[in-house]
């Protein structure tokens, strides 16, 4: 079972990690939890990026991927206390 994936330089702790191939390209798909100030300045801020260096350690996968899908459950974390689940699908870049 995955518990982390890195974008770039930041590791994400993960839940519901899936993986498949679309036309030879490598396509992962997983949940995580985002809680409101810092670190939800962190993720957006990454986020907005749109293609990253992926890692998953725990399956040794290595690739460039850039996001297919994405959604939050919750739009508003700048409210303290906050925690949105995030839900995120990258697709290899070749």
Known sequence: MVSKVQLDNMVINVTGFQQEFIDEKRKITFDF???SGEEYH???TLLYKQTFDVKVPEKNIEFRGTISNYSTSITNLYEEGNVGDFKLELVEVK
Request: aromatic share 0%.
């Open 42 to 44: 962190d993720i957006t």
């Open 33 to 35: 939890k985002v809680r």
